[in-house]
């Protein structure tokens, strides 16, 4: 039985989460048997072959002239209809803006659940279960399927890529479906603010959040030094987002964004409950602190205490000095 | 227009997580229970548009176990119309089975339009909204960071991947609220004392078979103790050093 893909493409470009999903399909494929199979939606196929390297066998394309942005309800038609056509065993989504919103669509045009923000997928004989954080990262579920296909959403930079098999091929084929597109629908009409060079915090490899600690909006200059120098996205805490030093983009935690990065620094920042939600799942966290008892130094692999304002100016010339 | 805001009662984000002995949920004992902080801003939304049209109604929907009553009361204060209590007391029930029971209830109001909260912070499943919008056929905006009503349609906007995405609506239609959509209030004295005379309905309702069984919930291992490098700027250099040759990240 087929593992599906959804492939996410924004603007002709495969983003990069939608790799991280091929990736564990070929693992799942591994231990279950059967071909990785890709849908993607667009107005064009910018190249769809190529994801042959990612680790898909095949690729539905399913093409409408309104797929070069994204439609919810446009998509959702194609996908039950790859569904139909290939009766997967599993569906896999990244958890990205659109993963997030296509996959319960998708899932309840064919009434099956879905497991959202998955960070661990497994087979028990042939039976798929999943992990997914609860309570903002304070607890997990342990999650079966008692209806097929299974769907799921990979939480992004949680699942390695597949090894790129340079010069592999997937074998595309166009997707018919049926979808009217004259219906009352939501329109994506425009779009603002893509602030060029930084990936999202959401799936970047390191962040640099600052808190309350830098005193004043001013002072976050120091943390977009720190995260230049490391080729980091910034975050910040909630403290500083109500404040309105920061965006609302720019917050993690449970209200906020929920982030995995390989590194994490946490820069003025106590370590609140609710800000420990957004963060504590990443790999390595470092935080800098003058109060020796505050909570973030419970979940932190590194630390140091002591004054921000000394130690991060310290820190990114230091880290300048590596390159 | 009749608008619907459905929320959900959940655990205050401060809640220290206990496996009850079911070893698949939550153990409620000590919990404080609060109106989902997303769907706050959802009521809230709702609230401003009927105040700039002046005319209309909201009706807030809740699907839940006896305790959810206070939850929806929290919702007339803030100045929602009447309420209707969905009553089932399967703890944590899928998301799907909630989405339908919704869907039902909601078909039957007509409502211009629909509002959740993006995502509900026990289960954080971030699904029902978009799930009724499906079921019922209507359009749908996930994750509204801004909202603007002009008549039959509703010009938002969502957050995406390093900007944000303009999406045009034809009206009646589903949305999803995001933190920064506008500033929830506070339920004044006299919201609190007007919702006790306000309309709560409750109806007794079946969920259906199971779509996502929750086989186990788990508490994450401890992240294992970490170290204080040291002191002041003078800790730097060994901090790039073990983050560079032991935690090999930078
Ligand atoms: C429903 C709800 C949801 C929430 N959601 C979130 C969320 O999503 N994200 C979030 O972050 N919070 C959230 N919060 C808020 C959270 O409880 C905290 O209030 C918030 O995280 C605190 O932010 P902070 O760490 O920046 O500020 P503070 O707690 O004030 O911490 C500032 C830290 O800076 C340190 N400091 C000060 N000066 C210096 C210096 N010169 N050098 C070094 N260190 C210094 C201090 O020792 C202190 O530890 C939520 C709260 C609620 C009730
Ligand atoms: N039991 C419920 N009763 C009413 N609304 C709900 C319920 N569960 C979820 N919702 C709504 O759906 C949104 C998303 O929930 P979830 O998909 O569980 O994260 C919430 O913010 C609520 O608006």
């Known amino acids: 039985m087929s593992i599906l893909v959804f492939i996410e493409q924004r603007g002709g470009q495969v983003r990069p989460v939608s790799r991280e999903a091929l990736g564990e399909a070929t693992r799942l494929a591994a231990s279950m048997g059967g071909p990785v ?40 038609v194609a996908v039950a209809e790859a569904v139909r056509k290939v009766s997967p065993k599993a569906v896999l989504f990244a958890a990205s803006a659109m993963g997030k919103d296509l996959a319960p669509r998708v899932a309840a045009r064919l009434g099956v659940g879905l497991a959202s923000d998955c960070t661990a997928v497994a087979t028990e004989g042939d039976k798929l279960v999943a992990r997914r954080p609860v309570f903002a990262g304070k607890a997990f579920q342990k999650v079966a399927f008692p209806l097929s296909p299974a769907l799921l959403s990979l939480r992004p930079k949680v699942f390695a890529v597949a090894a790129t098999q340079v010069g592999r091929n997937a074998v595309v084929e166009p997707l018919p479906f049926t979808w009217d597109a004259s219906a009352p629908r939501a329109r994506v009409t425009g779009s603002t603010g893509a602030k060029g060079g930084r990936p999202d915090l959401t799936e970047s490899e390191i962040v640099v959040s600052g808190g309350r600690g830098l005193k004043g909006p001013e002072h976050f200059a120091l943390v977009e030094q720190l995260a230049d120098a490391l080729g980091a996205t910034v975050g910040a805490s909630r403290a500083v987002v109500d404040a309105g030093w920061r965006p609302h983009g720019e917050q993690v935690g449970q209200t906020g964004k929920v982030v995995s990065p390989k590194l994490y620094v946490a820069v003025g920042i106590s370590g609140a409950i609710q800000h420990l939600a957004g963060m504590s799942s990443s790999r390595c966290i470092v935080a800098i602190n003058k109060d020796p008892e505050a909570p973030i130094f419970k979940v932190a692999d590194y630390g140091i205490v002591g004054d921000l304002f000394e130690i991060v100016p310290a820190l990114t010339a230091a880290v300048k000095q590596l390159h | 227009m009749l608008q619907v805001v459905c929320i959900k009662q959940v655990a205050d984000t401060e809640t220290r997580v206990k496996v009850a002995a079911d070893g698949r949920t939550l153990d409620p004992s000590g919990v404080t229970w609060i109106l989902n902080p997303y769907d706050e801003f959802a009521v809230e939304e709702a609230l401003r548009l009927k105040a700039k049209l002046a005319t209309g109604e909201v009706v807030a929907i809740s699907l839940g176990g006896a305790s959810v009553a206070t939850t929806l009361r929290n919702a007339l204060a803030m100045g929602a119309d009447r309420a209707l209590h969905l009553r089932n007391d399967t703890p944590s029930p899928d998301a799907l089975a909630v989405a339908r029971a919704l869907a039902d209830a909601i078909r039957a109001l007509a409502p211009g339009i629909v509002w959740f909260g993006k995502s509900a912070v026990d289960d954080d499943g971030a699904q029902v909204g978009a799930m009724v919008a499906e079921l019922l056929d209507l359009p749908c905006v996930t994750v509204v960071a801004k909202f603007d009503h002009q008549g039959a349609i509703a010009i938002v906007e969502r957050e995406i991947e390093g900007g ?24 004044s004295l006299k919201g609190i004392m007007a919702a006790k005379k306000k309309p709560i309905e409750e109806r007794a309702i079946d969920l259906g078979a199971v779509n996502l069984e929750v086989e186990a919930l788990e508490l994450p291992a401890p992240r294992a103790a970490g170290r204080i490098i040291g002191e002041g700027a003078a800790a730097v250099p060994e901090l790039v050093r073990v983050l560079r040759e032991e935690a090999k990240v930078i």
């Not at chain 1, 107005?43 to 095949?58: C, I, K, P, R, V």
């Not at chain 1, 409408?64 to 446009?74: K, W």
């Not at chain 2, 944000?164 to 339920?187: H, S």
């Open chain 1, 37 to 76: 199979v890709g849908v993607c939606c667009a107005d064009s196929d910018s190249g769809l072959a190529s994801l042959g390297e990612a680790g898909a066998d095949q690729v539905l394309f399913a093409q409408h002239e309104a797929f070069g942005t994204y439609d919810g309800a446009g998509y959702a």
């Open chain 2, 164 to 187: 944000r995405e303009v999406v045009e609506v034809a009206l009646p239609a589903v949305f999803t609220t995001d933190k920064g959509l506008n500033e929830p209030r506070y339920a």
